[in-house]
């Protein structure tokens, strides 16, 4: 059964860190770009960060550039969101989800893990 699971979201006052965790199971991460997204309450899903397949290139997006780090460990079929200096605004359900390139479709979509900052 192909399954992304996400983890390591939680409470955290501004200023602190976080690091999220995508597990992949039933099939391996190595071919996929991963991507990071997040949506809050009333707004849209946001694009926060990308890691190709290829070559391992990132993308981030503006708002989280210089804070969040995104990587992966093919061995453990997981990738990694680190998030530092967190922002109330920061606050959302974060997702990853597969694709062939960062620019592609998404296909598989984990089932979120809740990050609220508090101010």
């Known amino acids: 059964q192909v399954q992304l699971v996400e983890s390591g979201g939680g409470l955290v006052q501004a200023g602190g860190s976080l690091r999220l965790s995508c597990a992949a199971s039933?099939?391996?991460?190595?071919?996929?770009?991963i991507g990071w997204f997040r949506q809050a309450p009333g707004k849209e899903r946001e694009g926060v960060s990308c890691i190709s397949s290829s070559d391992g290139s990132t993308y981030y997006a503006d708002s989280v550039k210089g804070r969040f780090t995104i990587s992966r460990d093919n061995a453990k079929n997981t990738v990694y969101l680190q998030m530092n200096s967190l922002k109330p605004e920061d606050t959302a359900v974060y997702y990853c989800a597969t694709a062939l390139g960062c620019r592609a479709h998404y296909d598989y979509w984990g089932q979120g893990t809740q990050v609220t900052v508090s101010s």
């Open positions: 039933g099939f391996t991460l190595d071919y996929y770009a």
